[in-house]
């Protein structure tokens, strides 16, 4: 099983999409292993996105990020970062497949509803930024033997 961090940001709140958005993740079949409602800090805006600090584009997004809360989570599941890469689509809405969360629901670059990590660095290094160990909660899904086939791995 992997584990990734996906970002529920405040377009995605104030829209009223947070439920909608967390179930398709768990009707894919993955797990909700940690959750919660925050508000992102510069410093902490900081952290997550160092390595956009000196792009041009990087205070808008901060305001953004920074604007009201969201929610911050981290999904479990087979291949889950890359997996769930595709489900929340292209970073620009407009440029997002139908059937994505961002093609479905967003038509904006940067109110894109949602961030997922890119890889499992970023994701191991995301959820140390927005979770302690203690917050996270690894439980046994009973319908996991109904998701994938013996031997599947």
């Known amino acids: 099983m992997e584990r990734t961090l996906v970002?529920?940001?405040?377009?995605c709140l104030q829209r009223g999409l947070l439920g909608r958005v967390l179930a398709r993740f768990e009707d894919k079949g993955f797990q909700i292993v940690a959750l919660k409602l925050m508000q992102v800090t510069a410093e902490l805006a900081r952290r997550h996105y160092a390595e956009h600090l000196r792009?041009?584009?990087?205070?808008e997004l901060e305001a953004f990020i920074t604007s009201g809360p969201l929610v911050a989570a981290i999904v479990e599941g087979p291949d889950a970062i890359r997996v769930v890469r595709q489900m929340v689509g292209d970073t620009n809405g407009l440029d997002a497949a139908p059937g994505t969360i961002r093609g479905d629901y967003s038509c904006s670059r940067q109110m894109n509803l949602v961030h997922a990590a890119d890889g499992p660095d970023a994701a191991r290094r995301e959820i140390e930024i927005f979770f302690d160990q203690r917050e996270i909660h690894a439980y046994e899904l009973t319908i996991r033997r109904w998701l994938r086939a013996a031997g599947e791995d």
């Open 55 to 59: 792009k041009k584009w990087y205070p």
């Open 7 to 11: 970002l529920l940001k405040p377009d």
